[in-house]
C-alpha cells in the first residue's frame, strides 16, 4: 500500500528536480511547490494519481512561446520587448488565462500565473484549460496610440497561436478593455474572421458579457463572505483593507460596499490611501478608469477623511477582513503577523499568489480563514467562460442573469474546496482543498486521455 510518507517522498523528489530543470524563476517554484506539498493525501488515498509521470506532466506546460514585440513611440523610437504566451495544460478544455503587461512579466511569472490558471480553471467546472501570457511592456505614461501599435505588434506574433477552440486569452495586470479592443481589432484584421470567442473582456457591445469588469472582485467578495458564513458571520458592518487600485480592487471594494462592509484602503506601486470614512467607488473610478491617474490624486479630491501614505503598507490598517488585490507576493509574513495582531479574522486573495508561503503558514495556524486566490479570485475566469458560451450561442445574457450564475460558481467553489478539505483530513484549510480538488479534476481527465 502506498502511504502518505512515500507520496511526500515522491513529491520532494519531483520538486527538486522541477527546480533544477527551471533555474531562476522563483515564483514558478513557489507555486508548485504550494501545491506538490498538499498533494500527498491524494495520491495515497487514490494510487492511479501517484503513476509515475502524471504530476510530472502536470508541471510541465504543454507549449511555451516566446517572441520579439518591436514598436515605435510617439517620437518614433523603437522600442523591442518580448512576449510570452504559456500554454500549460488543455485536459479539460482550450486553455485560457490573461495576458499580462509589466515591466516584472518574465518566463518564471508567466508560468507561475498558467500552473495557477490550470487548478482555478477546473475549480470553475466551465471546461477550460489553463494559459497565461503576456509581456515585459510597460504600459504606465504611454499614449493611447503608443499602447495601441504595441497591441497590434503583439497580436501580430499572438495570432498564429490563439483561437476559440484552442487558447482563448484574456486581460490581467494592464491590461483591460483598451488593450483588449486593440488586440481583437488586429487578430480579425489578419485573420479575416468574426472569431468572437477568441478573446474575453470584450466590450459590451460586440460580444463582451455583462459582469465580466466587475467579476473578479465581486467573486472574491462573495467568496470572503462564504467563508466567514461557515463561522456564524457575514460582512455587513465589518471592516476591510484592500491593496491595488486596478480593476479587481475596484470591483472588490464596490461589492464590500454593496454588503454593508466598510472598505478603508486602497494602494498602487508608490503607496496607499486611507479614508476614514471608507473609500468611495465613484471617486476610485474616476480617478483610475477614467484618468488613469495615481492613487494619490484621490486622496487629494476626497478631503480631510483620506489621506495617501507614500510607500506604506496597508496591511498596517487594523480590519476584520484582508483582500489582497495587486500582484505577487505582496502580503509577507510580517504583515501576517501584523493581521494577526489586529485581529483579523479573513484573508481572501483577490491577486494571484499574493501571500507568501510563510505568511499563508502563519493565517492559518492563527485559526484565520485563508481563501486561496486559485478559488477565491476565480470569478474571473469563470465569467470568462460564460462570454464564451455566450459569444458561441450568439446571445447576449442581462447583468442580473450573469451574476446570478457568478453567485452560484462562487458558492460551488467554495462548498468544493470545504468538503474536500474535510474529506482529506484538513477540516478549514481551503488551500488543500483547492489544490486537491482543481487536480483530481484534471488529474482524471489527463489519466483518461493517455500519455500526450
Ligand atoms: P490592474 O492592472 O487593473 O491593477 C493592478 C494594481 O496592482 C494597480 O493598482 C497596480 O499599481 C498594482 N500593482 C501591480 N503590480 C504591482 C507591483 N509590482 N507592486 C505594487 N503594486 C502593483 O490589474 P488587475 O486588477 O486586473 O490585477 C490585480 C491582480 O489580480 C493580479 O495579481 C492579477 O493576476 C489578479 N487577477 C486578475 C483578474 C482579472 O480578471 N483582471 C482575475 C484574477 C486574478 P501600479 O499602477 O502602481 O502598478
Ligand atoms: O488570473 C486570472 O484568472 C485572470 N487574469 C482572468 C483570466 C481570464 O481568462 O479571464
Given at each position: 500500500m502506498t502511504t502518505r510518507h512515500d507520496t511526500t517522498t515522491q513529491l520532494d523528489a519531483l520538486r527538486v528536480e522541477i527546480e533544477r530543470r527551471n533555474p531562476a524563476q522563483p515564483e514558478f517554484h513557489q507555486a508548485v511547490h504550494e501545491v506538490l506539498e498538499t498533494l500527498a493525501p491524494v495520491l495515497a488515498a487514490r494510487p492511479e494519481f501517484a503513476e509515475p509521470g502524471l504530476v510530472?506532466?502536470?508541471?510541465?506546460?504543454?507549449?511555451?512561446v516566446i517572441f520579439r514585440v518591436p514598436?515605435?513611440?510617439?517620437?518614433g523610437r523603437v522600442h523591442v520587448n518580448r512576449g510570452f504566451r504559456v500554454e500549460f495544460n488543455s485536459a479539460l478544455?482550450?486553455?485560457k488565462g490573461g495576458l499580462r503587461f509589466h515591466p516584472s512579466v518574465n518566463l518564471g511569472v508567466i508560468k507561475f500565473l498558467g500552473f495557477e490558471q490550470i487548478f482555478k480553471n477546473a475549480l470553475t467546472?466551465?471546461?477550460?484549460?489553463?494559459?497565461?501570457?503576456?509581456?515585459d511592456f510597460d504600459p504606465h505614461g504611454r499614449s493611447d496610440a503608443e499602447v495601441m501599435r504595441f497591441c497590434q505588434s503583439f497580436m501580430t506574433e499572438l495570432h498564429r497561436h490563439i483561437g476559440e477552440h484552442t487558447d482563448v486569452p484574456a486581460g490581467d495586470i494592464g491590461v483591460g478593455g483598451r488593450e483588449i479592443g486593440y488586440l481583437f481589432g488586429q487578430y480579425r484584421r489578419i485573420t479575416n474572421r468574426w472569431e468572437a470567442g477568441v478573446l474575453t473582456g470584450k466590450g459590451r457591445g460586440w460580444g463582451g458579457s455583462a459582469i465580466r469588469p466587475e467579476a473578479t472582485g465581486y467573486g472574491n467578495v462573495l467568496f470572503a463572505e462564504a467563508m466567514l458564513r461557515e463561522r456564524g458571520e457575514d460582512l455587513e458592518g465589518q471592516t476591510a483593507v484592500?491593496?491595488?487600485?486596478?480593476?479587481v480592487a475596484i470591483y472588490t471594494i464596490e461589492k464590500l460596499l454593496a454588503l454593508g462592509a466598510n472598505p478603508l484602503t486602497c494602494s498602487d506601486s508608490s503607496g496607499y490611501v486611507i479614508d476614514d470614512k471608507g473609500i468611495d467607488v465613484d471617486l476610485l473610478k474616476q480617478v483610475k478608469e477614467v484618468e488613469r491617474g495615481r492613487i494619490s490624486e484621490y486622496a487629494l479630491r476626497r478631503g480631510a477623511s483620506a489621506r495617501f501614505v507614500p510607500d506604506g503598507r496597508v496591511w498596517?490598517?487594523?480590519?476584520?477582513?484582508?483582500?489582497?488585490?495587486?500582484?505577487?507576493?505582496e502580503l509577507n509574513e510580517t504583515d501576517a503577523a501584523t493581521l494577526v495582531r489586529n485581529g483579523v479574522k479573513a484573508v481572501s486573495e483577490g491577486a494571484n499568489m499574493p501571500a507568501t508561503p510563510g505568511a499563508v503558514h502563519l493565517l492559518q495556524q492563527a485559526g484565520v480563514a485563508f481563501g486561496p486566490g486559485k478559488?477565491?479570485?476565480?470569478?474571473?475566469?469563470?465569467?470568462?467562460?460564460?462570454?464564451m458560451a455566450q459569444n458561441h450561442a450568439r446571445t447576449a445574457w442581462s447583468p442580473a442573469r450573469v451574476e446570478e450564475e457568478l453567485a452560484g460558481i462562487m458558492a460551488d467553489i467554495h462548498a468544493?474546496?470545504?468538503?474536500?478539505?474535510?474529506?482529506?483530513?484538513?477540516?478549514?484549510?481551503?488551500?488543500?482543498g483547492a489544490n486537491i480538488a482543481g487536480f483530481e479534476r484534471v488529474a482524471e481527465a489527463m489519466l483518461a486521455q493517455g500519455v500526450i
Open positions: 510530472e506532466r502536470l508541471c510541465e506546460p504543454e507549449r511555451q514598436w515605435q513611440d510617439d517620437r478544455g482550450p486553455y467546472g466551465l471546461g477550460i484549460g489553463g494559459g497565461k501570457g503576456g509581456s484592500v491593496s491595488g487600485s486596478g480593476n498596517e490598517i487594523p480590519a476584520d477582513v484582508a483582500l489582497p488585490s495587486a500582484t505577487q507576493n478559488a477565491a479570485n476565480a470569478g474571473g475566469v469563470a465569467v470568462s467562460a460564460l462570454e468544493t474546496c470545504h468538503e474536500t478539505a474535510a474529506r482529506y483530513d484538513a477540516p478549514g484549510d481551503y488551500v488543500t
